[in-house]
């Protein structure tokens, strides 16, 4: 029961800190238009520089989901001891960029075939998993992968398709790492 109220305390402190509290590109409160995505694709900080360079992607932060300690940090994630996925929830215009779009693009920034790690990273932090936040997100997100599947692009799909989770924002000094290292 008690995690149960924790759970709900984090979901409404992340939409507070989404949509109301962070002013993204001018904006001062969530537009009516703003929808989010969490995706995770290995490390976190090359999934979150690729969706700041589309149109349409308004603010993009870093976190861990998925996992089962409350507030984890980088170190617990990375020592593989909370189960968490490093991710990526980005907020985007729906009337810019669809959700699809977003998925299109998430595909071309990780390795499909991998459920260990993407890349030259390996452990169950860098799992590759879609997270939805809603049946039209869900469905979309398993269409697309069946497209994928049905391209034989690769000679199998292992990304997972979950419902979303906690969400913990990553410590600042991972939030537009690359980004600010260019």
Not at 48 to 58: A, K, M, P, R
Request: net charge negative.
């Amino acid at each position: 029961m008690l995690k149960k109220k924790i759970h709900w305390v984090w979901k409404i402190l992340n939409f507070a800190f989404f949509c109301c509290l962070v002013p993204v590109h001018g904006q001062e409160a969530m537009d009516k238009n703003f929808e989010i995505a969490t995706f995770a694709g290995g490390c976190f900080w090359l999934v979150q520089h690729n969706f700041n360079q589309i149109d349409g992607v308004v603010s993009t932060k870093v976190g861990y989901t998925g996992g089962d300690k409350l507030d984890p940090c980088y170190e617990e994630v990375c020592c593989q001891k909370t189960g968490h996925f490093e991710a990526v929830q980005v907020v985007y215009h729906s009337q810019k960029i669809s959700y699809e779009e977003l998925l299109e693009a998430y595909w071309k920034m990780i390795d499909p075939t991998r459920d260990d790690g993407q890349f030259e990273d390996s452990g169950p932090q860098y799992r590759p998993a879609i997270f939805y936040h809603n049946l039209d997100q869900k469905e979309t997100a398993e269409r697309s992968k069946q497209a994928l599947i049905q391209s034989k692009q690769f000679p199998q799909v292992l990304v997972q398709i979950l419902p979303e989770a906690i969400f913990y924002v990553a410590e600042d000094y991972h939030q537009n790492y690359l980004d600010r290292c260019e």
